[in-house]
C-alpha cells in the first residue's frame, strides 16, 4: 500500500468517525468511542507520515494518486513530497494529542454532539489540504476544513460573543477561499491547466507572479493570522472547546502556511528580491502587533490566540528571509532560513498545544478564563501549573527548550543579510531583526504575567482557592507536549536533519548535517561564526539548580517558616492587592499604547466625603478593527442599501441586466486569451 492510498484511507475513517458520533453523540460513552477512534486514526496517519518524512530523503519522484472525482477533465490528485510529509506530521500529531485530551475534556462538555461530528472532520480537512495535489482539491478540501472549524467555533452558539466570533470567522474564511480561487485562476492562466504538476511547469510573467503574492498573503494570511487580517482569530479561537482551540492555533494555523509555502516557494517558480519585503513587512509587523495585543488581555485563552498571531509574524519573518536569499542564489542562507520557519511551525504546535491544553484544565477547574479572578492555582494544581510554566518557558524563547532554538535560526539568517546585494534588503533585514528581538523580549514579559497573575500569588476568586487538579488524560497530553518541548530545545540537531529533504526540494539547499556535530551541538553556517549546545545548557541549568538547592539544606536552616506575604507596609490581607493582569501590563502600555491603541487612562476619584472607592477605568481600541475594518463594514452597508432597489425591477429589466452581464463576460474572456 502506497503511502498516499493509506493517508486517504485515514480520512476516509475520520469521516466514517463522524458519521458513527452524529448516531451516536448523546450515548454516554460516545466522547471516549470518538475520542479514542480519533485518537488511533490520527497515531496511524502520524506514523505514515513520519515514515515518508524519513523516507523523502531518497532522491525519487513522489507518485501522484489520482482519484475519478471532482472536474471531469481534472479528476482529484494527491501526493506526499517532503514538504506534505512534513506538515502531515505536524497535523496529525497535533490530532493525537488533542484526542487523548479530549477523552478527558470532552467529560465536561455540556453540548457533546455539538464538537464530536465536527471534530474528525476537521482533522480529515486539515489532512486533505495537505494531501490535495490540484487547484480544485487544494480549494475544495480548504473549505472543507474552514466549514468544520466554523461549526467547532460555533459550538457555545447560545453566547452573543461565540455567535459574533463565528460569525466574523466565517466571513473572513470566505474572503481568503476567493483570494485564493483567484490566485489559482491567475495561475492556471488561459489553458487552465489546474494540476499542480502543470502549474510548476508553466512558465509565470512577473506581473501574474506579484499578483499571486498579494493574494497568497490574503488567503493563507488571513487563515494564518497575519496582520491586519487577523481580527477573526482572538475571537474564535477562544470560543471554541480547549482542545479545538489548540488544534486551531497550533495546527490549522499551519496548514495556511502550508498553503504560502506551497505555491510561493513550489508552484510560483523562482522568486524575486521585492516579493521577500513585502513578506518580511507584514511578518514583522505581526509579531509586533500580536505580542502587543497579548500582553494587553486578561482572557487567558484571548491572550493566547493573539500570541499566536505574533509566532505567525516569526515564521512569515523567516520565510521572507527565504525568499530573499534565495533569489540571490544564496541556497546555504535560504535553507537556514526556511530551516529556521519550519522549525517554529513545529515548535509553536508544541507549546501553544501546551498552553491551550493548560488554559483548559484551568477553565474546567475554576470555569474561569479571566486571568484576574484566578491566582494561587500551583498549589491546587501543580502539575498542570508545572507543565503551563514549560510551555510559558518555551514560548518565551528561553533556552534550552524548543522555542529558543527556532528563533535562534532565525537570528543567524538575519545576521547573513550583509551578503545580500540589494541594498533595500541591507537596510531592511536588520530593522526586522530589531522588531524581531522586540517581540521576543515582549513575549517573555506577557508570559511571566500569565503564568505569575494565574499561578502564584493567593486566589482572588473563591472558585481559585476550590479549584482541584483534573483528570489523567488531559494531564498526560500536557506532559507529552512539554517532554516536546525539551526535547526539540536540546536534541534540535535530529529535527533540522529532518528538514535537510524539505529545504533541499524547494530553494536547492539544505544546512550541514548535524548529527555528526561533536557533542550535540548545532552548526548553522561554520562553527567559526556561531553554534548552539541545548544539551549543555540543560544539563548546566540542572546541575546548577541542583548544588545551589543542595547548599540551601545543607548550610542553612531547615526549618519551615511562613510569614504573610509583604503588603507595600499595610496590614489588609486582601487577595485584591496583588499585581492584577492589568497592572502588570501598564508600563508597556503607556510606552506603546497611545500608539498602538490610542489607550487612555482615566481616574475616578470620588470628592471628599464619598465612600465609593476610586476607580481606574483604561480603554484601549484595536485601530486596525476601527480604521480598516468598521469603513468596510459601512461601506458595504451603505452600498447594500443604494442596491436594494434591484430587488424590484421588472421581468425585462432583469433579462436585460443578465445579457449585459454575459457581454461583459464574453469581452474578458477574448481579452484574457
Known amino acids: 500500500m502506497t503511502p498516499v492510498l493509506a493517508m ?68 482529484t490528485h494527491f501526493r506526499i513530497d517532503a514538504l506534505a510529509a512534513f506538515f ?13 485530551y479530549g477523552l478527558g ?52 452558539h447560545r453566547e452573543a460573543d461565540n455567535r459574533r466570533a463565528g460569525y466574523l470567522y466565517i466571513v473572513m474564511a470566505s474572503f481568503g477561499t476567493l483570494s485564493l480561487l483567484l490566485a489559482f485562476g491567475l495561475l492556471a492562466g488561459p489553458a487552465g491547466s ?65 498553503g504560502f509555502i506551497r505555491v510561493i516557494f513550489d508552484l510560483l517558480g523562482g522568486p524575486t528580491w521585492w ?64 530551516t529556521a ?31 484576574e479572578k484566578l491566582g494561587g492555582l500551583i498549589h491546587r494544581m501543580p502539575f498542570t501549573s508545572f507543565a503551563f510554566l514549560v510551555g510559558c518557558v518555551a514560548i518565551s524563547a528561553l533556552p534550552p527548550l524548543n522555542g529558543f532554538a527556532s528563533e535562534w535560526l532565525a537570528f543567524q539568517a538575519i545576521l547573513q543579510s550583509p551578503d545580500l546585494p540589494q541594498w533595500g534588503l541591507k537596510i531592511m533585514v536588520p530593522a526586522v531583526g530589531g522588531l524581531l528581538a522586540l517581540s521576543a523580549a515582549l513575549a517573555a514579559a506577557c508570559f511571566v504575567k500569565v503564568f505569575g497573575v494565574t499561578f502564584l500569588g493567593r486566589p482572588r476568586t473563591p472558585v481559585a482557592d476550590h479549584a482541584q487538579e483534573v483528570d489523567r488524560f488531559s494531564l498526560t497530553a500536557m506532559y507529552v507536549l512539554a517532554a516536546f518541548c525539551l526535547l526539540a530545545g536540546i536534541l534540535p540537531g535530529f529535527v533540522i536533519d529532518s528538514l535537510a529533504p524539505v529545504t533541499l526540494s524547494l530553494v536547492g539547499g539544505k544546512m550541514p548535517v548535524q548529527a555528526s556535530e ?86 475616578d476619584m470620588p470628592a471628599p466625603g464619598d465612600l465609593r472607592p476610586a476607580r481606574l477605568v483604561v480603554e484601549t481600541h484595536d485601530l486596525i478593527w476601527d480604521r480598516l475594518y468598521i469603513p468596510i463594514v459601512g461601506a458595504v452597508g451603505f452600498a447594500a442599501q443604494k442596491l436594494n432597489h434591484l430587488q424590484f425591477l421588472t421581468i425585462r429589466r432583469y433579462l436585460g441586466l443578465v445579457f449585459l452581464a454575459l457581454i461583459v463576460l464574453l469581452l474578458v474572456l477574448a481579452l484574457w486569451s
Not at 471534530?119 to 490540484?134: E, Q, R, S, T
Open 194 to 258: 489546474y494540476d499542480f504538476a502543470a502549474i510548476r511547469a508553466a512558465g509565470h510573467s512577473p506581473p501574474a507572479a506579484a499578483i499571486t503574492l498579494v493574494l497568497l498573503l490574503l488567503g493563507a494570511g488571513s487563515k494564518a493570522g497575519l496582520v491586519p487580517l487577523h481580527v477573526w482569530l482572538p475571537l474564535a479561537h477562544p470560543a471554541a472547546p480547549s482542545h479545538v482551540s489548540a488544534l486551531m492555533s497550533g495546527v490549522m494555523t499551519k496548514v495556511a502556511v502550508y
Open 8 to 75: 486517504l484511507l485515514c480520512v476516509l475513517a475520520f469521516l466514517a468517525t463522524a458519521v458513527l458520533a452524529i448516531f451516536m453523540a448523546r450515548a454516554n460513552r460516545s466522547t471516549s468511542i470518538i475520542y479514542g477512534m480519533s485518537l488511533a486514526v490520527s497515531a496511524i496517519a502520524f506514523a505514515t507520515a513520519l515514515t515518508e518524512l524519513f523516507a523523502s530523503a531518497l532522491p525519487a519522484d513522489p507518485p501522484v494518486f489520482v482519484l475519478p472525482l471532482g472536474l471531469p477533465w481534472l479528476g
Open 88 to 100: 502531515l506530521t505536524v497535523v496529525d500529531l497535533g490530532g493525537v494529542l488533542a484526542s487523548l
Open 518 to 603: 561533536p557533542w550535540l551541538s548545532i552548526v548553522p553556517i561554520a562553527e567559526s561564526r556561531s553554534s548552539y549546545n541545548g544539551m549543555l545548557v540543560f544539563l548546566f541549568t540542572v546541575f546548577s539548580a541542583s548544588f545551589t538547592a543542595y547548599l540551601v539544606h545543607r548550610f542553612a536552616s531547615r526549618a519551615l517558616r511562613r510569614a504573610p506575604a509583604w503588603d507595600c507596609g499595610f496590614l489588609l490581607a486582601d487577595p485584591a492587592t496583588q499585581y492584577t493582569a492589568d497592572s502588570f501590563a501598564q508600563p508597556i502600555r503607556r510606552v506603546f499604547g497611545t500608539l498602538a491603541f490610542r489607550a487612555r487612562e482615566r481616574v
Open 341 to 371: 520557519a519550519l522549525f517554529h511551525v513545529l515548535n509553536h504546535s508544541f507549546f501553544k498545544g501546551l498552553l491551550f491544553f493548560g488554559a483548559g484544565a484551568v477553565l474546567t477547574a475554576t470555569g474561569e478564563r479571566d486571568m
Open 275 to 338: 516579493s521577500s519585503m513585502i513578506v518580511l513587512t507584514f511578518g514583522a509587523g505581526t509579531a509586533v502587533m500580536g505580542i502587543l495585543h497579548a500582553l494587553m488581555e486578561k482572557d487567558l485563552k484571548r491572550l493566547l490566540a493573539y500570541s499566536t498571531i505574533e509566532n505567525i509574524g516569526v515564521i512569515f519573518v523567516s520565510l521572507g528571509l527565504a525568499l530573499a536569499f534565495a533569489a540571490n542564489g544564496m541556497g546555504l542562507a535560504a535553507a537556514l532560513a526556511l
Open 105 to 156: 475534556y470532552g467529560r465536561h462538555e455540556h453540548a457533546p454532539q455539538r464538537v464530536l461530528p465536527f471534530f474528525p472532520i476537521f482533522l480529515a480537512g486539515m489532512n486533505l489540504v495537505v494531501l490535495a495535489d490540484d487547484a480544485f482539491t487544494f480549494l475544495l478540501s480548504w473549505e472543507f476544513m474552514s466549514l468544520a472549524s466554523w461549526a467547532l467555533v460555533m459550538t457555545h
